[in-house]
C-alpha cells in the first residue's frame, strides 16, 4: 500500500507594500499638544464652544458694538415692564430700565469673575498641589488636611460666613466675590494637581534631571508641571462656567455683587418681583446665562476627550 500524504497549505495574503512603503519611518511622533490640537480642530463640539466664547468675550470688552443705549441712564418708571419696542428688543425691567443694554453690559462683570476666579484657584491650587504631591511626607499631610477643610465646606453656605466679615462686607466688588470663590474653590484644583504630579514624579526623566544637578525646585517647575497641565487644563476650562454659575447664584441671594455692578446674577435677582406678570424679563439674563455655562461644559468636555490618554492609544 502506497501512503499518500496530503500537505494543507493556508493561503498567502499579499501584504499591502504600497501602504507600507508609504509610511515615513523617520517622522518624529506627535506629541500630547500637537495631537489634541490635531483632534480638536476636527470636532464641531470645541469649534462651536469656541465660536461661542469668541463672540462673549468681544462682547464683554466692546459692549458698545451691540448696545448703543446706557443700560442705567435711560431708566424711566414710565416704561416699566413694557414690551419689546424699536430700538429695544427685549422690552424693559420693573425699573424702566433696558433689557437689551442690561444683558449685554452684564457680560463684563460674569466673565470677570469667572476668569478671574479660575486664574486665582490656578495659583493657589496648582501651587500647594504641586508642593503636596512632589514633597510628600509630612508636607503632603498637612496641605491635604488643609484642603480637606475647606473642601467640606459648602459654596453658599461658606460664602454666607466669609461674606459677614467686616472686609467683605464693606467693600462688596468682582475682586470680593473672585476672593470668596477662590478661597472656597482651591481644594478641587490641588487634588487633581497632587494626582498628576504623584504621577510624573518618578518618571525617568525627572530621575535623569535629578542625577545630572537639576534642583527639586527646578525638576518641579520644569519637567514635572509641564508634564502634569493636561487634567489641570481640563479641570480650569469646566471650572469657568462653574465660577459664573457661582456667581450668579450669590448675587441672587445677594451676598455677590452689589445691585450697582450689571451682572446677570443680579438682573435675574431683580426680576423675581416680575416673574408672574413678565416672566421673560428673567428668560434673557437666564437665557445668557445658560448658554456661556454650556460653552465652557462642552469646551472643557472636547479638551478632555482630546487629552485623554485613553483616546490617544486607540
Known sequence: MTSRNNHFVAPIEETPLLATDALKSDQAPLSLWADAWRKLRRRPLF?????????????????????????NDDCQLANSEAGPTAGHPFGFTFQGCDIYSRVVHGTQASLSVGVLSVLCVLVIGVTLGAVAGYYGGWVDAVLARLGDIFFALPLVLGALVITQLPVFRENKSVWTVVAVIALLAWPQMARITRGAVLEVRN????????????????????????????????????????FIVAEATLSFIGIGLPPSIMSWGNDIAGAQSSIRTKPEIMLYPAAALSITVLSFIMLGDAVRDALDPKSRQR
Open 203 to 242: 518618571a525617568d526623566f525627572v530621575t535623569a534631571a535629578r542625577a545630572l544637578g537639576v534642583s527639586k525646585v527646578g525638576a518641579l517647575v520644569r519637567h514635572v508641571l509641564p508634564n502634569a497641565l493636561a487634567p489641570i487644563i481640563v479641570l480650569a476650562t469646566l471650572n469657568l462656567g462653574i
Open 47 to 71: 469649534i462651536i464652544s469656541t465660536l461661542l466664547i469668541l463672540a462673549l468675550i468681544v462682547i464683554a470688552i466692546f459692549p458698545g458694538l451691540l448696545s448703543t443705549v446706557p443700560p
